[in-house]
């Protein structure tokens, strides 16, 4: 499954929408988004996983920089990311990190 991202923003959150296989190919697109979401100044980045169906190790490596970049107290969210996904970024280091949220339970059912 193709890759897709996109960016969206509330007040200073922003939101990287995420879908498909993430690949080392992909990761510069990731890159870019979260360069432009602190370049908005946003103090927490939402990642939007639910559709992620993987992610490489690089792109968990592209998170972990970008945790260490944001201001104070921010942090990051990762909604809805499957098995595969979650794996990945515990492999890699960074699960703690993260605030690791079931989209389900984010969305109250």
Known sequence: MSFEAYLGFTGDSAAVHLS?????VDVPVLRSLIDQALGRGARQ???EADALRSIVAG???CLA????RLPEPGHIVVRGAREPVRRTLAQAGIEE???LV????AEGD
């Open 102 to 105: 079931d989209s389900r339970v």
């Open 45 to 47: 980045l939402v990642l």
């Open 59 to 61: 792109g968990a490596r």
């Open 20 to 24: 498909g296989d993430l690949t080392e």
């Open 97 to 99: 990190a993260l605030t």
């Open 65 to 68: 920089f970008a945790q260490q």
